[in-house]
């Protein structure tokens, strides 16, 4: 095994996500097992977007589990959480939200 790199002292600074510049918001309702009333499927794509686009998907819960939402979009801004807005330690770019 081989040594990792060291963590810089800043990291790169990216620039916010501007919600004027999305063609389309999307919006996720998870209850249980259900995404927009739909049983999740893994062998299942319901939407495609296209590549460099920029979206906002709004993301509810129903029920009061908590709900691992991986979009496979490769950067993704939490803004919000429960209408307010997220924490810092949340309002990062990322692929993965807990809901």
């Known amino acids: 095994m081989t ?3 060291p963590i810089p002292a800043a ?3 990216v620039p916010r996500l501007e ?3 999305a063609g389309t918001a999307r919006t996720f309702w ?3 097992r259900r995404v927009n009333g ?3 499927d893994m062998d299942r794509i319901d939407d495609v977007v296209a ?3 920029t979206e906002i998907r ?3 819960t129903l029920d009061a589990l908590p709900h691992n939402f991986h979009d496979v979009a490769p950067m993704a801004c ?3 959480a429960n209408s307010r807005a997220a924490p810092t330690e949340q309002a990062f770019r990322r692929s993965t939200k807990l809901r």
Request: hydrophobic share 40%.
């Open 11 to 13: 990291l790169a600074d």
């Open 78 to 80: 939490n803004g919000q």
């Open 30 to 32: 998870l209850a249980g």
């Open 51 to 53: 590549a460099r686009s």
């Open 58 to 60: 709004e993301i509810t």
């Open 3 to 5: 040594a990792s790199r």
């Open 38 to 40: 739909k049983t999740m």
């Open 19 to 21: 919600p004027a510049a």
